[in-house]
């Protein structure tokens, strides 16, 4: 039988306290950032200066040769008119508030990029493009069964779509606003949970420094270069969060230098 003397403990435990922490250095050095282990090359991130702010910029990246590049400079955007709060998107879940239906505000984290939409039969982009008539509605009633979702009354009926605030040609229903004359959807809250916010898009602005309902707005110039520049063959993907977030985030999340 072997004697264990303090010296034969004190080495085994050293050997053993050296292996954890080479497993641990070994997966650190697996584990990438959020956004760098998927297939996102093009990414839309608006920066605000804290969570109550209205207003923020935006700017487009793109991932070339193992690194986030800028594609041009910073132009301000506006948010919800409560500033911002964590939505239902990519991220992982977060500590915080997280937005709900009517709270005004805009949605913070990682989102995918799938769709656009707007008055013209057609846009200059290459992402899938919805034209949108006087039937279309995007539902906001919580605990419809098409919450979150953009429905042609035409098809679903005129009980389906009642209570809707969000009719998506404006101009028609709503004193010839145009706003959603051209915008993108954002995939917040994918698996349309009621109550958890709906409807969130960028889209025209009203003008610089009015804040939305709940989305990121913007001039018709950026509205138009950013669906050109789109490719839904890179995922593109959409990130907001005020400046100290961005700091806290940047490493684990992957995020550009900005």
């Known amino acids: 039988m072997a004697i264990l003397t303090s010296?034969?403990?004190l080495t085994g435990t050293l050997?053993?306290?050296t292996g954890l922490l080479n497993a641990c250095e070994s997966?650190?050095?697996q584990t990438q950032p959020?956004?760098?282990s998927s297939e996102t090359?093009?990414?839309v991130v608006v920066v605000s200066d804290d969570w109550e702010a209205t207003t923020a910029s935006l700017q487009k990246f793109e991932w070339q040769d193992g690194e986030w590049q800028a594609v041009d400079s910073a132009y301000p955007v506006n948010l919800g008119r409560k500033g911002l709060a964590w939505g239902l998107g990519l991220h992982p879940a977060q500590e915080g508030y997280y937005k709900v239906e009517g709270d005004g505000k805009a949605t913070a984290g990682i989102?995918?990029?799938s769709s656009t939409f707007g008055y013209l039969p057609e846009a200059q982009t290459q992402m899938p493009y919805q034209a949108m008539s006087g039937n279309h509605y995007c539902m906001d009633v919580n605990s419809s069964?098409?919450?979150n979702q953009i429905v042609d009354e035409a098809k679903v009926g005129k009980d389906a779509v009642t209570g809707s605030t969000e009719p998506m040609r404006r101009d028609i229903h709503k004193e010839g606003q145009t706003i959603y004359k051209k915008g993108i959807v954002l995939d917040h809250n994918p698996?349309?949970?009621s109550t958890k916010g709906s409807c969130i898009f960028l889209h025209l602005w009203f003008g610089p420094d009015v804040p939305t309902a709940g989305c990121t707005s913007m001039a018709e110039p950026q509205m138009d270069k950013l669906l050109a520049w789109l490719d839904p063959k890179k995922s593109p993907r959409y990130l907001a969060l005020p400046k100290a977030e961005y700091k806290k985030k940047q490493k684990n999340w992957g995020l550009p230098t900005l």
Request: proline letters at 4%; charged letters at 10%; zero cysteines.
């Open 7 to 9: 010296r034969n403990v």
């Open 111 to 113: 989102f995918d990029l």
């Open 191 to 193: 698996n349309n949970i």
């Open 15 to 17: 050997m053993v306290l």
């Open 34 to 36: 959020l956004l760098q």
């Open 145 to 147: 069964p098409l919450y």
């Open 41 to 43: 090359q093009q990414l």
């Open 27 to 29: 997966n650190s050095e």
